[in-house]
């Protein structure tokens, strides 16, 4: 089994990775890159999909950088951003500084999320070991003697079976792979969901603001050149009372708030313009049974507080390919090594989902529970007030509580000609 053996109707492979979201295509690249011979199903038709998450942080230019990639990945449509603000009430504070990491970029970086993944796409596709198949959705896992041994997916031209030594559920944070193998969930309780629209941005619009908070409502805005993603922040289940007092009365809350967009609201003509996020956090008692492995959503969905999930997505890859690639090109793997990606993992997991449930209990959900013009608390007044605070919150963000780096080998130069299924 040292390469994919294609048939009409089934594969052979090492690792077949469930999910071509930022986790399973980092993932496959590096396991690709090691020799691993991988195949990555995508039930999409392609990357295009608005409202995910698109923040790119210092610790993922890291690893672009260790992976000699970052010059031509900073050629790929972003916006950068070294000292992040919020504005509460009338008052405008830095809250993130970034200038002082020790990475090679010290910026917050937004960049679409279709643009993240096609670039990690072509250049796996340089490597005969790296398969992506789109159009090809999961649907149920392949047992053999009490061990997962593939899994099988729908795709157009009808079902495709994948036999591999080892099944990597990175489908998210409503994973069939997690729900079909049986495995439990934490849930912890969130107050919030969030509602994603677009509004067109002009070059006169004020700078990089992380969020607006006034008069009970909590607004996100991301930069994305010639428009907005806005985020507006809801208690849990409010979208359809929302929906009920309807979109002039949700018009003028926006313009109270934000003032400057006001001559733009009419871009949401409808709500099919608006799409609701509905925030979960939750994590898997246990990534792995044998012959699988949860990363990413899959294993732990993260709230949106902090922009975090692409990157502890990201790192969950990096850590598995680093204790995986090895004994899964030389067919060694088992149980063990699966362990040790969730012993690796797990703690940075619950830290960041502990420090984002503190932030939504005892800080959103002050800014949602009121009606009255806002001013900034402590915390945040600490903040403006000593410069140097600020690379706390730029730290904890911008690298989190254990960094991945790239250990993985590049076995063999890629091939001139890109590989293409």
Not at 101 to 119: E, I, N, R
Not at 126 to 143: G, Q, R, S, T
Not at 266 to 293: A, S
Not at 310 to 320: C, F, R, S, T
């Amino acid at each position: 089994m040292n390469g994919s053996v294609v048939t009409a109707e089934k594969l052979d492979t090492r690792c077949c990775i469930a999910g071509g979201g930022p986790a399973g295509i980092m993932l496959g690249f590096l396991l690709a890159r090691a020799g691993v011979d991988v195949v990555i199903l995508e039930k999409h038709v392609d990357f295009f999909r608005d409202f995910r998450g698109d923040t790119i942080h210092p610790s993922t230019f890291q690893i672009v950088h260790e992976l000699d990639l970052l010059n031509e990945f900073l050629k790929q449509p972003h916006q950068e951003v070294q000292l992040l603000s919020a504005q509460i009430g009338e008052t405008l504070t830095a809250v993130a500084d970034f200038t002082h990491l020790s990475t090679h970029c010290k910026f917050l970086g937004f960049m679409p999320q279709w643009d993240f993944l096609t670039f990690f796409s072509t250049h796996a596709n340089n490597y005969a070991e790296f398969h992506l198949k789109m159009e090809a959705e999961v649907i149920d896992l392949i047992w053999t003697d009490g061990k997962i041994a593939g899994v099988r997916a729908k795709t157009p031209s009808g079902t495709l079976e994948v036999r591999s030594d080892l099944v990597i559920g990175a489908d998210g944070r409503h994973s069939i792979v997690r729900q079909k193998a049986g495995l439990k969930i934490v849930q912890s309780g969130v107050p919030i969901d969030v509602l994603w629209f677009r509004l067109t941005r002009y070059s006169s619009d004020p700078g990089q603001v992380l969020f607006r908070a006034d008069y009970g409502n909590f607004f996100l805005m991301i930069d994305r050149g010639d428009y907005f993603q806005c985020g507006l922040v809801i208690r849990k289940g409010a979208f359809d009372q929302i929906q009920q007092q309807g979109l002039p009365v949700f018009r003028d809350d926006l313009a109270k708030l934000v003032p400057f967009m006001r001559d733009r609201l009419d871009e949401i003509r409808d709500w099919n313009d608006v799409h609701i996020l509905t925030v979960r956090v939750d994590r898997l008692r246990k990534w792995f049974r044998p012959g699988l492995l949860c990363i990413g959503d899959a294993a732990h969905a993260m709230s949106p507080v902090g922009g975090v999930g692409i990157n502890l997505a990201i790192q969950d890859a990096v850590a598995a390919a680093n204790i995986l690639a090895t004994p899964l090109r030389q067919g060694t793997l088992n149980i063990e090594h699966l362990r040790r990606v969730q012993t690796r993992r797990e703690l940075p997991t619950r830290m960041t989902q502990r420090l984002q449930i503190l932030i939504q209990d005892h800080l959103i959900e002050r800014f949602l529970n009121t009606s009255k013009r806002m001013s900034p608390p402590l915390p945040v007044r600490l903040l403006g007030r000593w410069p140097f605070l600020r690379r706390i919150p730029a730290r904890v963000v911008g690298i989190g509580f254990r960094p991945e780096h790239v250990r993985t080998p590049d076995l063999h130069k890629p091939s001139e000609t890109p590989q293409s299924e």
